[in-house]
């Protein structure tokens, strides 16, 4: 078998020849000692800089070490602590009801510390504590989970780490299964460092130590518990204050060569947002720092083979340089360079003496090394270009090459005897490659064909998902109340409109008429999508059906109603809930039960009233005892007055430039227009809302009452 060799580029040395090279040797060993004599008188002068400097940069180096280790031990301390709390159930991270305190008290020990959080594996729910970006001592809880669509949300903490108002919400959702220190923690299994990435929430250069959270017995993977530490703030501080001679530097490299610190002034950071990017230190704007990482990347290839601590020297405009380099490590997953720079004139001024050679002596040496080099020479020279002549046969494809073992050199015949091994080694090998490559080809095309399967399966499924979701969608907008059965209600004027998120939506309301008495209904479950969407045709079946055996009671009827979604979510085994009011109407009188959203009274010139249902009851789906919560509040309606019903969709959308709708809005357009019939006062709504939206996608569904005293 041959093999093509690669090409190479011609070496500066290649027309050398071994045995003028060895007499050389002889000679330069005689011209060497010469030049020790004149070197040990030379470095007679400089061995004690040379100690004062080696004591300098290793006692400056250990307290950078010491500094580190101090500085990432507590991130890891914190995780351990929080991720015993998350197993315990003292952190509400699917919610986020209750645990910002303990996070709270964390973060005001531990003054490095710039967030502490943890994330969901079920949704990449997120919950945690972060210092504001303007003010270091003001904290934030924020939160991200269904309740809020996974935008982060930042609520503003009080004194004893109680949430007190929401401050901000973020334009998107946010996933913390996605995030680098949610993967690395699962990628390590077990206590792991980030790399170094720009912070969701301040916009800064972050480091995380993160921890996955297993549930016991089965290790059941129930989330990831962080604490972030914002680079290089503190610590670089703590560098520009060590005093390295008059002009020394030091700085902490990652081994990719990027600038961690340094105790200069130059920012570690080109760019901005989640676009910037870390210094490399051998293009920093600091002549000191720039010439040593070169200097090391040159020496060593790249930062990566420094493992134990080494004292260098290099040249800057023909000024030598004191260098020290300390591989720092921790348990978890960092590996840094601590380097420590001093130029050799913050010690001592110019050190030079007059050295006196002996010439005559070098002369009558170097006559006796050539005579005998080109003697040994021959000898130890004629073994060497046998083997050389195998190995450049080797190198064009040969491989079926023996030499000979038979030298008085021991060392010879060693080398002789492993490049004879390495020759049947390789032909074996090159063999084995070639079955090899067969086998591997055939698994290949197994694998490809098995993907093609699985792609003409998913889009089929695909399909059939598609189909399902758009009959759910039809069913819906069936049972919803008909144009002109609105219009057959005595005593109201009511328009109404429901448009859905996705293709199913999650919002409920209904209009019935029995007996003289009309009943409206309007619900809200949470999310949206095809769940939602059976939980609320759960809710119009359950209304419909009270409504129909006339039963009267709001809080026999709200009970009936929470009983059954009770136990139909159980059956679905789903988390879901919703929020519900029910209003019963006759001759101008409107009785109120349940908790929604506020209930907008309109008198006939346009002033609104804004009732608060919060203390009429409580979301229908979580708890099948509920009568001891459920009120009632009975408001008059006189001919122009009404009321107007929606969901929280309409309020809470935000458009482009993150303004929210509100409640505010609403009342203004809805006074305005209240001197018209109810379709037109619906139409001006929903007009206003499509254009304060703008291009912005519509996040939750929205749903729109109007009932109008005729």
């Given at each position: ?20 090279t060895l007499v050389w040797a002889f000679t330069l060993q005689v011209v060497a000692v ?395 090998f090159f063999a084995r490659l070639e079955e090899k490559v067969k086998e591997r080809t ?79 209904g309007i619900g809200d479950v949470t999310g949206h999508g095809l769940e939602s969407g ?177």
């Amino acid at each position: 078998m041959t093999v093509t060799p690669s090409p190479q580029p011609p070496s500066p040395f290649a027309q050398l020849r071994l045995r003028a090279t060895l007499v050389w040797a002889f000679t330069l060993q005689v011209v060497a000692v010469v030049g020790i004599v004149v070197y040990v008188s030379f470095r007679g002068g400089q061995r004690a800089v040379n100690e004062l400097s080696s004591q300098l940069r290793s006692e400056i180096s250990a307290r950078i070490e010491r500094e580190l280790r101090n500085y990432f031990e507590t991130p890891h301390e914190l995780n351990r602590l929080n991720a015993a709390a998350f197993r315990r159930g003292e952190l509400d991270i699917l919610n986020a009801q209750y645990g910002e305190a303990q996070l709270y008290q964390q973060m005001k020990i531990a003054p490095n510390v710039a967030f502490v959080f943890c994330g969901s594996a079920q949704r990449g729910e997120f919950f945690g504590i972060v210092r504001s970006p303007e003010n270091r001592r003001d904290l934030e809880l924020t939160f991200g989970n269904r309740s809020n669509n996974f935008h982060r949300e930042y609520h503003r903490l009080n004194v004893r780490g109680e949430r007190t108002h929401r401050t901000r919400r973020s334009d998107r959702p946010y996933d913390a299964r996605l995030r680098p220190w949610f993967q690395t923690a699962l990628n390590q299994d077990g206590p792991a460092w980030s790399d170094i990435y720009i912070a969701f929430s301040t916009g800064l250069p972050n480091i995380t130590a993160s921890l996955p959270v297993y549930r016991e017995p089965g290790r059941q993977l129930i989330g990831v518990c962080g604490t972030d530490v914002v680079l290089p703030k503190e610590f670089r501080t703590f560098l520009q204050e060590l005093d390295i001679g008059k002009t020394g530097q030091a700085f902490v490299i990652d081994r990719q060569g990027q600038l961690i610190a340094n105790s200069g002034n130059e920012p570690l950071m080109v760019g901005e947002g989640e676009e910037a990017e870390s210094v490399l230190a051998v293009e920093s704007q600091d002549e000191q720092v720039r010439n040593a990482a070169q200097y090391l990347r040159k020496e060593y290839g790249s930062f990566k083979p420094i493992q134990t601590a080494e004292q260098l020297e290099f040249y800057i405009q023909g000024q030598r340089q004191f260098m020290q380099v300390l591989p720092f490590r921790d348990p978890y997953g960092l590996d840094w360079l601590i380097v420590v720079t001093v130029p050799e004139s913050d010690f001592m001024a110019q050190i030079y003496a007059s050295t006196r050679n002996t010439i005559a002596l070098a002369l009558a040496a170097l006559t006796i090394a050539i005579g005998g080099g080109v003697f040994v020479t021959r000898w130890l020279t004629r073994p060497i270009l046998e083997l050389t002549t195998a190995a450049d046969a080797m190198a064009q494809g040969d491989l079926v090459q023996q030499v000979k073992a038979d030298t008085p050199f021991q060392e010879l015949n060693t080398l002789a005897q492993a490049f004879n091994s390495m020759a049947g080694q390789l032909q074996a090998f090159f063999a084995r490659l070639e079955e090899k490559v067969k086998e591997r080809t055939l698994e290949l095309a197994e694998a490809n064909q098995q993907i093609i399967t699985l792609n003409t399966k998913l889009q089929a499924e695909n399909l059939r998902m598609s189909a399902e979701l758009d009959l759910a969608r039809q069913i819906q907008q069936m049972i919803l109340p008909r144009a002109e059965e609105l219009c057959q209600v005595e005593g109201l004027e009511i328009a109404g409109f429901m448009e859905p998120a996705e293709e199913v939506g999650g919002d409920y309301y209904d209009v019935l008429q029995r007996d003289g008495v009309i009943t409206v209904g309007i619900g809200d479950v949470t999310g949206h999508g095809l769940e939602s969407g059976l939980l609320m045709l759960m809710t119009q079946t359950a209304v419909q059906t009270l409504q129909q055996v006339q039963e009267r009671s709001p809080i026999t009827v709200l009970d009936a109603i929470n009983r059954t979604l009770c136990h139909n979510v159980a059956r679905m085994n789903s988390d879901k809930n919703l929020t519900l009011v029910i209003l019963n109407y006759q001759a101008g009188r409107v009785q109120i039960t349940g908790q929604h959203e506020e209930v907008l009274v309109v008198r006939a010139g346009g002033a609104i009233e804004r009732l608060d249902t919060i203390d009429l009851g409580v979301p229908i789906g979580l708890d099948p005892e509920i009568t001891e919560f459920i009120a009632h509040e009975t408001v008059d309606l006189k001919t122009g007055d009404g009321l107007v019903l929606y969901t929280d969709g309409i309020p809470e959308a935000y458009n482009a430039a993150e303004e929210q709708y509100g409640v505010e809005r609403l009342c203004t357009v809805i006074s305005r227009a209240w001197n018209n019939s109810a379709k037109v006062v619906q139409d001006a709504v929903i007009t206003d809302f499509r254009n304060f939206l703008g291009r912005q996608k519509m996040l939750d569904d929205i749903t729109l009452v109007i009932l109008k005293q005729q």
